[in-house]
C-alpha cells in the first residue's frame, strides 16, 4: 500500500509546471547522490512538488535513478533544468526563502549522502527530453570543443534521419564541477529502457564519427540511468 501510494503522489508531481517546461534547457544543474532509501527522498521532493512555493519557481525538477554505472558510488541524480540563466538566478532566490523548501530538505538532508554537484550548458540538443524514461550517458574529455561540437551535429542528425534516435540527445559543457577527466557530458533517451537498448548497436554513421573524433575526446565513463520521478 505505501508503494502505491508514492507511486501516486509521484504520478501528481508530474505537474503542469514541467510540461510547461522548455524541452531544450539552456542550464543545468544536477545533484548527485547516495541513497538507501528512495522513498524518502522521492517522498519529499513529491510533496515539495505540490506546493505553491514550486509552482513559482522558474525550473524543471528531475530525479534519476543512476542504474548501470559501474563502480561510480552514486545511486541518484536530481536534475534542475533552467531555461536560461535568469531562471536560475531566480529560481535558486526564491527556494531559499520558501518553508516547504526548507522542510523537505530536512527530509532529503537525513536520508542522503551528497556526492557531486554540477553545472551544465547546452551546447547542442534536439527531442523533447521529457517524453524520454532512459538515457544512455557518457562522460567526456573533450580537446577542441568547436571541432568535436561540429562532427556531433552531423552525427545526431543522420541518426534522427535514420531512425537509430528516436529520443531526446544532447551535448553539455560542464561549467561548474569539471575534472581532468570530465569535461563534456552526451546523452542520448528513448521512451523506454528496451526502446533504448534496441538502438545501442552501432550505426555507420556512428562509426564513422568515433573515427572523426578519435583524437578530439576520450570517454571517461559510459552510464545508463532511468527517470523516477519528474517534478
Known amino acids: 500500500m505505501k508503494n502505491r501510494f508514492l507511486s501516486f503522489c509521484l504520478l ?26 528512495q522513498a524518502v527522498v522521492a517522498g519529499a521532493w513529491a510533496r515539495f512538488a505540490q506546493s505553491e512555493c514550486r509552482k513559482n519557481l522558474p525550473a ?15 545511486s541518484h541524480s536530481v536534475i ?5 540563466a535568469q531562471a536560475m538566478q531566480t529560481t535558486f532566490s526564491r527556494i531559499r526563502a520558501c518553508r516547504e523548501w526548507a522542510d523537505a530538505q530536512q527530509v532529503i538532508d537525513r536520508a ?3 556526492k ?3 553545472l551544465l550548458k547546452t551546447l547542442a540538443a534536439g527531442g523533447d527530453y521529457t517524453q524520454d524514461q532512459a538515457y544512455f550517458v557518457w562522460q567526456l574529455r573533450i580537446s577542441d570543443e568547436a571541432a568535436y561540437l561540429a562532427e556531433y551535429r552531423k552525427l545526431m542528425a543522420d541518426q534522427e534521419e535514420s ?7 544532447g551535448l553539455w559543457r560542464v561549467l561548474g564541477g569539471a575534472t581532468e577527466e570530465v569535461t563534456h557530458i552526451a546523452y542520448a533517451g528513448a521512451a523506454s529502457l528496451p526502446a533504448l537498448l ?18 578530439l575526446r576520450k570517454i571517461h565513463r559510459m552510464n545508463i540511468n532511468r527517470v523516477l520521478a519528474d517534478l
Do not use: C, H
Open 12 to 37: 501528481l508531481a508530474s505537474s503542469a509546471t514541467w510540461a510547461a517546461a522548455s524541452p531544450t534547457p539552456e542550464f543545468t544543474a544536477i545533484y548527485q547522490i547516495k541513497t538507501e532509501n
Open 60 to 74: 524543471a525538477f528531475r530525479i534519476m535513478r543512476e542504474s548501470f554505472n559501474g563502480d561510480e558510488d552514486i
Open 80 to 84: 534542475w533544468n533552467f531555461p536560461d
Open 112 to 114: 542522503r549522502e551528497p
Open 116 to 118: 557531486s554537484q554540477l
Open 163 to 169: 531512425g537509430q534516435v528516436t529520443g531526446a540527445w
Open 198 to 215: 534496441s538502438a545501442s548497436e552501432p550505426s555507420a554513421a556512428f562509426t564513422k564519427f568515433q573515427s572523426k573524433v578519435s583524437k
